[in-house]
């Protein structure tokens, strides 16, 4: 297995919209990239990881929002089917290091998606793991949690960014 460079905000390789993962997409390669995707995220460490962070732009993402860090689950073709209620949720990115912020989102969704396999399900989920879902699934729009930010706050991250980044250079 091997970690993976994540792609950090502003990185318009961010923006790319994501395409569905076809039949002949399930190879060899592609579980390895699943498993490395976990690695990544765990290490990070972090509760969700899109493709599209990684630069691999098809329609998947990897979760796993459990306190042990034993409940991996591989959402490939995401969709939601239902959803009920709004909460709000101070999330962050590891495509934008060291930031937080308060959006809104489904309370609760009826997801189907398929496995890591290709086997269709579906899931009923609420709480963090609902906002987790609505997150990475918005990174395979090529949308990130700051797009929901005021213009002035936006400006702000940007600019927290590049001097952290100046930072870790020097
Ligand atoms: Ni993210």
Known sequence: MALLPILEFPDPRLR????EVLASDFTPEFQTLIDDMFETMYAA?????????????????VIDVSEE?????????????AHEG????????????GITAEVRRHEK????????????????????????IQHEMDHLEGRLFVDYLSP?????????????RRVRAA
Do not use: W
């Open 16 to 19: 790319t919209r994501a395409r």
């Open 45 to 61: 460490p972090g509760i969700g990881l899109a493709a599209s962070q990684v630069d691999r732009h098809l329609r998947f993402m």
């Open 69 to 81: 860090r034993n409940r991996p689950l591989v959402f490939v073709n995401p969709r939601i089917l």
């Open 86 to 97: 709004t909460q709000v949720c101070e999330e962050g990115c590891l495509s934008v290091p």
């Open 109 to 132: 969704i009826t997801v189907a998606a398929l496995d890591r396999n290709g086997a269709p399900f579906e899931i009923d989920a609420d709480g963090l793991l609902a906002v987790c």
């Open 152 to 164: 002035l706050k936006q400006e702000m991250v940007r600019r927290r960014l590049s001097k952290q």
